[in-house]
């Protein structure tokens, strides 16, 4: 198979797993979408659902969460990695909200990644996800089975998404992107496929025999 063909072969296998593809952050809107997809940078989406219930009470709203004092967000984080760097970021992101964007989530990608702990993956997932702009963010499982599947080197998280971008139709990106995800979590994990174990990457590469080694991000 040509890269083309894997790729076709990978929408119509992913399509037929994951017919319904929830998003796996807990969040009632675009703010609390913004700051669960914030929190979960070196952490598991359950660690984030297990946190988010009591800040996201204590602070609904940007005006609100910007009234908390930067220790009581991190009391509320605490358990997460990175909580004091992550606590700072959602307060001087909750203000700049309020006074700069009129309390609203901005829907371009350059005013997103303007914002304190926000980079082109995070900004990538609120705008395909709260506002259905296509969108193909890459996290650690999209990179690492992007390569292991041939449809790109892994050179960089931004060349895997551009190559991505490039294989597959844009109306399936945001779809697409949670699909990988939820394969890479369940059946093509770093421990439990090595690019020869899975039944995607068998029926993809079938005369493999050797380990891929990814690149990391």
């Known amino acids: 198979m040509n890269k083309g063909e894997r790729a076709r072969v990978i929408l119509d296998r992913l399509n037929e797993h994951y017919p319904e ?11 609390t979408l913004l700051i669960a ?9 359950k660690k984030v659902n297990e946190v988010t219930p009591a800040l ?4 609904p709203t940007p005006a609100a969460m910007a009234a908390l004092e930067e220790t009581e967000i991190h009391r509320h984080i605490r358990q997460l990695g990175l909580a004091k760097t992550k606590a700072r970021n959602v307060h ?18 350059e005013e997103l990644e303007a914002l304190p702990g926000v980079g082109h993956k995070t900004a990538s997932v609120v705008m395909a996800q709260a506002f259905g702009v296509p969108a193909f963010p890459v ?6 089975l992007a390569q292991r599947w041939g449809l790109s080197k892994g050179d960089s998280v931004v060349k895997t998404e551009a190559d991505l971008k490039a294989l597959f139709p844009k ?3 945001n779809r697409l992107h949670l699909q990988i995800i939820f394969y890479g979590r369940e059946h093509c994990s770093a421990r439990g496929c090595d690019g020869t174990v899975c039944k995607l990457c068998r029926e993809l590469y ?8 990814w690149r990391k991000p």
């Open 21 to 31: 593809t929830p998003i796996p952050l807990d969040h009632s809107d675009a703010f």
């Open 56 to 59: 996201f009470s204590a602070g």
């Open 92 to 109: 001087k992101l909750a203000h700049i909200l309020v006074n700069v964007h009129n309390g609203v989530v901005p829907q371009s990608f």
């Open 171 to 173: 109306e399936q990106w």
């Open 37 to 45: 997809v914030l929190l979960s940078a070196q952490c598991t989406d």
């Open 139 to 144: 996290d650690t499982h999209i990179h690492r």
């Open 206 to 213: 079938p005369k493999r025999r050797k380990p891929v080694i």
